[in-house]
T-cell receptor, first 114, second 110 residues
Framework: EPEVTQTPSHQVTQMGQEVILRCVPI?????FYWYRQILGQKVEFLVS????????KSEIFDDQFSVERPDGSNFTLKIRSTKLEDSAMYFC????????????FGEGSWLTVV | DAKTTQPPSMDCAEGRAANLPCNHS???????VYWYRQIHSQGPQYIIH???NNETNEMASLIITEDRKSSTLILPHATLRDTAVYYC???????????FGTGTRLQVFP
């Protein structure tokens, strides 16, 4: 069964460093997402991406965050200058399109900022 | 997106049916009901979704009331591996995101 894959599974970084989280969405999917979950809290929407541009973003997704689809398969989330409060599990997701189609999630990348 | 209300926690004996309720009284006509679950800190796993009719797949059944203001997810024979947080999410036809609430923590016991 096709799945969304994410790398790395766990990354530890120093505060102020840049981090790039990588995702390979399911082939032929057109909509991509990043979510995050701080330990013990809800899964929170960060951003959705379609046709090489952001279609929607939340208040959390400030100027420190960016997303990119550098080639035909990868979808990345960059955090420019990490803060302690960026420590969380980050989930990538994809769907063929909107309108009743299922959104599939990856297993997540656990980011620890020290 | 319409909001949903779920009990914070439920218990179920292994082998019995787990019935997880969800209220979505403000749901509108073009909004789907989705169910996901999250085991520990793994990625949310899709279970099932529906619009008006009851749905069944290999994992579960979804029963939606006629007025669509509530629904029930049924795991027909719960196993210990079904212990997870279950999220009921209402998603508009016109939006491309899911908004997660706090869900129901289902504990299946032997």
């Amino acid at each position: 069964e096709p799945e969304v894959t994410q790398t790395p599974s766990h990354q530890v970084t120093q505060m102020g460093q840049e981090v790039i989280l990588r995702c390979v969405p399911i082939s032929n999917h057109l909509y991509f997402y990043w979510y995050r979950q701080i330990l013990g809290q809800k899964v929170e929407f960060l951003v959705s991406f379609y046709n090489n541009e952001i279609s929607e973003k939340s208040e959390i997704f400030d100027d420190q965050f960016s997303v990119e689809r550098p080639d035909g398969s990868n979808f990345t989330l960059k955090i420019r200058s990490t803060k302690l409060e960026d420590s969380a599990m980050y989930f990538c997701a994809s769907t063929p399109d909107r309108a009743g189609n299922t959104i599939y999630f990856g297993e997540g990348s656990w980011l620890t900022v020290v | 997106d319409a909001k949903t209300t779920q009990p914070p926690s439920m218990d179920c004996a292994e082998g019995r049916a787990a019935n997880l309720p969800c209220n979505h009284s403000t749901i509108s006509g073009n909004e789907y009901v989705y169910w996901y679950r999250q085991i520990h800190s793994q990625g949310p796993q899709y279970i099932i979704h529906g619009l008006k009719n009851n749905e069944t797949n290999e994992m579960a059944s979804l029963i939606i009331t006629e007025d669509r203001k509530s629904s029930t997810l049924i795991l027909p024979h719960a196993t210990l591996r079904d212990t997870a947080v279950y999220y009921c999410i209402v998603r508009s036809y016109n939006t491309d995101k899911l908004i997660f609430g706090t869900g129901t923590r289902l504990q299946v016991f032997p």
